[in-house]
Structure formats: C-alpha cells, structure tokens
Nanobody
Framework: EVQLVESGGDLVQAGGSLRLSCAASGITLDTYVIGWFRQAPGKEREGVASIMSSDGSTRYADSVKGRFTISRDNAKSTKSTVYLQMNSLKPEDTAVYYC?????????????????WGQGTQVTVSS
C-alpha cells in the first residue's frame, strides 16, 4: 500500500523559511515521480515542484523558482523522504501543501498526472 505523509507546515512571517517533508512508503522512489502541490482557499490545486529522483531532474512553478527547492534523501530505508525547502516566503504562499506520487518517468506538474496523495499540511505566511 502506498502511503504519503506530509509534515512541517506551520505559521511563519513573510521572509521566513520552512522545510516540508513527505515520507513515502510502499514505493521505491527511484521509479516514482514525487510532486508538491498547494491549494489555497477558493483556488484550484496547483503544482509547485516535482522531482524524478532516479536522475535528479526537477521542475518548478514560475512563482517559486529561486525560492523553493525540492530534494530527496538517499538513505536506503523502507521509508523515503522528499523535502520542499521554502525560503523567502510570501503571504501568497499560504495554502495546504500536498505531496503526490506517480509511477513513471519525468517530473510532472498537473494534479491529474498523479495517482497517490498525502493528506496535506498547512502553511500560513503572515505579512
């Protein structure tokens, strides 16, 4: 069974930083794409960043380029973790952040491209 568990969401002031974690079990990260998405109240879910961990290739939304970094740990364990380091946070980054996983190749940025989802973690950036 595939399970994704996000953590690390918090309330932070504008300009601050947070690191989100996505603990994945039931999959081998080398064969999966992991994406981070976010959804603000009244808005559609949008792709933030994606990583194909087998070759390290990544994609980012224009709104977060230069501020957010997606990465994975390389520990050989049952649970593998993908991180989203978020710097220079802005109030418009406020949303519930979700990680998602999909078997296959190449980073991808649309929700419909993913089959497995976590429960989300709240990020709130105050001005």
């Amino acid at each position: 069974e595939v399970q994704l568990v996000e953590s690390g969401g918090d309330l932070v002031q504008a300009g601050g930083s947070l690191r989100l974690s996505c603990a994945a079990s039931g999959i081998t990260l080398d064969t999966y794409v992991i994406g981070w998405f976010r959804q603000a109240p009244g808005k559609e879910r949008e792709g933030v960043a994606s990583i194909m961990s087998s070759d390290g290739s990544t994609r980012y939304a224009d709104s977060v380029k230069g501020r957010f970094t997606i990465s994975r740990d390389n520990a050989k364990s049952t649970k593998s973790t993908v991180y989203l380091q978020m710097n220079s946070l802005k109030p418009e980054d406020t949303a519930v952040y979700y990680c998602a996983a999909q078997y296959g190749l190449g980073p991808r940025m649309f929700p419909y491209e993913y089959d497995y989802w976590g429960q989300g973690t709240q990020v709130t950036v105050s001005s």
